[in-house]
């Protein structure tokens, strides 16, 4: 595989169940674990074959997206060869990718934002099928889309939402296909047919489509798959990668503190008279006194005194003042926010 190879990541929604951070900031620049999403998902990438020849295509929104999203990428990875497609319309997977369809040619690798698997995508450089589903089997899985496998192993069909438990081969939102101008035909024939759901164009409705015309498609099982799409999932997305990873401490400066690992603090954080973990993650530059943390993420720039805080989701530069008193509490503050408790 030595021609260019396109990582495709479709992040335009307004990520409402991630509010109100993301009044503020894209869904993929929420942290979880001691980096953004974003940062962990691009991680995802470094078993590519090829790493050289990785080309990036980012689908971001109007306003926040914009003005977010490519100086982060110019900021962060200043040596990546990078695209950037606005969606300004909420039409969809498909919508969303038929933008970006001037850069879909060869092969190329999609993802969701806001999905973090674990898998090594190396094979790819061997791989034979048209396209690769990545699935993960739950115990229900009728509240996800799921791929029914015919007799000879290929994806028959992709199921949204079924109704029975049987099949429970979960679509985790990753997929390789070996020729992207092949998905791009399928999606405009199913803006032809006008096949959508609640007026969203879906993937898996193009996908279908190129099963009709006889693309082979396989699926690639894997066993954990971290979900960045809620708050709730935020934080136990966290927890998780932190059980995985281990304590990630920069240099800090630190009185009288008691850690309980696994944490992740960031540098020039400022922690004093606190107990901080487990499972949270302190940015940078935060500043702790006389405070409780545990299985929370505090973004860059927090201030939190006098407060116990736990499975809390604080945004950049937030100031959290409590009464002292030890009441353990729960809160969800978006960015340049202050509570008086």
């Known amino acids: 595989m030595t021609e260019t190879f396109k990582i495709v990541i479709p992040m335009a929604g307004w990520g409402t169940r991630m509010r109100p951070h993301t009044f503020s900031k894209p869904k993929p620049l929420v942290s979880v674990a ?44 200043p040596d990546i060869k990078a695209h950037f497609v606005v969606q300004h319309e909420m039409k969809g997977q498909s919508h969303a990718l038929w933008l970006a369809r001037k850069y879909l040619h060869g092969p190329m690798q999609m993802v969701f934002s806001d999905t973090l698997i674990e898998t090594d995508f190396s094979f790819l450089a061997h ?95 894997i066993n954990t798959w971290l979900d960045t799409g809620t708050i709730d999932a935020t934080l136990e997305t966290n927890k998780i990668l932190l059980d995985k990873q281990g304590p990630k401490v920069q240099t800090f400066k630190r009185s009288n503190v008691e850690i ?38 505090l973004e860059a720039d927090c201030e939190i005194q006098d407060s116990a805080l736990t499975r809390s989701l604080i945004g950049r530069q937030a100031k959290i003042r409590g009464r002292g008193d030890g009441r353990i509490i729960q809160l969800n503050v978006g960015d340049n926010s202050e509570v008086l408790l």
């Open 34 to 77: 001691g980096k953004t999403t974003l940062e962990h998902l691009l991680d995802m990438f470094k078993t590519m074959p090829n790493p050289e020849n990785l080309e990036y295509v980012f689908i971001i929104s109007p306003f926040l997206g914009e003005l977010h999203i490519p100086a982060f990428i110019k900021e962060k990875y």
């Open 127 to 221: 791989e034979t099928a048209d396209s690769v589903a990545w699935v993960m089997p739950v115990p229900d899985p009728r509240r996800f889309g799921v791929a029914e496998l015919g007799e000879d192993g290929y994806v028959k069909r992709f199921i949204e939402k079924p109704q029975t438990m049987e099949n429970n081969l979960v679509i985790a939102g990753c997929y390789y296909f070996k020729e992207g101008k092949d998905l791009v035909a399928a999606i405009e024939e199913q803006f032809k047919r006008n096949l959508t759901i609640k007026n969203e164009f879906f993937l898996a409705d193009a996908m279908s489509i190129m099963i009709e015309h006889g693309t082979k498609i396989r699926v690639h099982e």
């Open 260 to 297: 309980i690992e696994p944490v992740a603090i960031g540098e020039n954080a400022e922690v004093s008279n606190s107990t901080i973990g487990p499972h949270a993650s302190i940015g940078a530059n935060c500043k702790i006194t006389n405070s409780n943390i545990t299985e929370s993420i």
